[in-house]
């Protein structure tokens, strides 16, 4: 399986504006910038750690998944919000954190059982495995 995007600058580092298209066509010319990026401010659209943070949410919520039901829970409820962090590092931004808050409505599955799968996820998603940063986790079985 493969996975594809484009992505289109034009300008200057800090005046220029982006684009970004998904080769499945999800989303087409989504804008991002310098000021959206660095400073908070800039036009409306993404940033490049905004679209990791979603990778990482859905990979794991998609394994985390995977892993209860091979514990028997056939249908659960997951809730998973990524928060990619993009810190200046030596003078240079770094990813330095992705943290991943979970919650999970499952039954027949105690608070142990329902730990280690969910801390087993944190390392074995690919998301995971793809990047090169701290990874925490917050999760929760809720019911």
């Given at each position: 399986?493969?996975?594809?995007?484009?992505?289109?600058?034009n300008?200057?580092?800090?005046?220029?504006?982006?684009?970004?298209t998904?080769?499945?066509?999800?989303?087409?010319?989504?804008?991002?910038?310098?000021?959206?990026?660095?400073?908070?401010?800039?036009?409306?659209?993404?940033?490049?750690?905004?679209?990791?943070?979603?990778?990482?949410?859905?990979?794991?919520?998609?394994?985390?998944?995977?892993?209860?039901?091979?514990?028997?829970?056939?249908?659960?409820?997951?809730?998973?919000?990524?928060?990619?962090?993009?810190?200046?590092?030596?003078?240079?931004?770094?990813?330095?954190?992705s943290?991943?808050?979970?919650?999970?409505?499952?039954?027949?599955?105690?608070?142990?059982?329902?730990?280690?799968?969910?801390?087993?996820?944190?390392?074995?998603?690919?998301?995971?495995?793809?990047?090169?940063?701290?990874?925490?986790?917050?999760?929760?079985?809720?019911?």
């Open positions: 399986m493969k996975s594809t995007a484009t992505a289109v600058w300008g200057g580092l800090k005046d220029g504006k982006g684009n970004l998904a080769g499945t066509g999800s989303f087409n010319g989504m804008a991002y910038d310098f000021g959206k990026r660095f400073e908070g401010t800039g036009t409306p659209g993404t940033t490049p750690e905004e679209l990791i943070a979603a990778a990482h949410a859905g990979c794991y919520a998609m394994a985390l998944s995977g892993g209860l039901n091979k514990a028997g829970v056939a249908s659960p409820e997951i809730n998973a919000v990524a928060t990619v962090t993009l810190d200046m590092v030596d003078g240079k931004p770094v990813v330095t954190n943290h991943l808050v979970v919650q999970v409505k499952a039954a027949g599955l105690t608070a142990e059982q329902f730990a280690e799968i969910a801390e087993g996820t944190k390392t074995g998603c690919p998301i995971s495995r793809a990047l090169n940063t701290n990874i925490t986790l917050d999760a929760k079985l809720v019911g």
